[in-house]
């Protein structure tokens, strides 16, 4: 039988300063200081952690990290996986869905913060741009997915974004739609 995906739940862990993490939505980022602060008179410790893709600095705190998805950085091993999401092929596109309910919909997968979903969001945003124009929203949500699938892979496989983004394209290509995924 085939070994189920992890869920984020799965990956979670708690965290030492330094170690990298994946908060859904945002992306890989580093642990850069583990804090107590008092809030309403209690104190509550907090990962404080900053993204490596635009520097932004979060505050999570450590009692909540099931419930926010941060997790670990996909194993390396579970990249063919991811792979596998980008090349199936899917015979509805939800094309015949209005541009914001797809929004939406690729939204609620963005934010569960599996790399899984994040991969399905990119194919089908991707595959749906060969076949007709993409709302403002949808090109923003295929670039945020794209930005977090490479940046996790590079990060997984210690690989430069250049050889990823090949490995990606040639996903594509093989998958035989003759197209590479736009930059």
């Known amino acids: 039988m085939a070994e189920k995906a992890q869920s984020p739940k799965d990956l979670s862990k708690h965290f030492e300063v330094g170690d990298l993490a994946v908060y859904p939505a945002h992306g890989v980022g580093r642990i850069e200081s583990i804090e ?20 932004m600095v979060i505050m999570i705190p450590t009692s909540n990290v099931d419930s926010v998805g941060l997790r670990t950085v996909v194993d390396k091993t579970q990249i063919p996986d991811i792979y596998a999401v980008l090349t199936e092929k899917k015979d509805d596109l939800q094309d015949n869905q209005t541009w914001n ?37 949808e090109r923003k949500l295929l670039d945020t997915a794209r930005t977090l699938l490479m940046r ?21 290509d093989n998958n035989g739609n003759g197209s590479k995924p736009a930059e």
């Open 36 to 55: 107590s602060r008092v809030i309403n008179g209690d104190t509550h410790d907090f990962y404080i952690m900053k993204i490596i893709d635009n520097g």
């Open 152 to 172: 996790e892979i590079c990060t997984a496989k210690n690989q430069e974004e250049s050889q990823v983004r090949t490995e990606i394209e040639s996903l594509f």
């Open 101 to 137: 309910r797809r929004y939406k919909e690729y939204m609620d997968k963005l934010k569960t913060g599996s790399p899984f979903d994040v991969a399905a969001v990119f194919r089908d945003l991707y595959m749906l741009k060969l076949s007709k124009d993409l709302s403002f929203g």
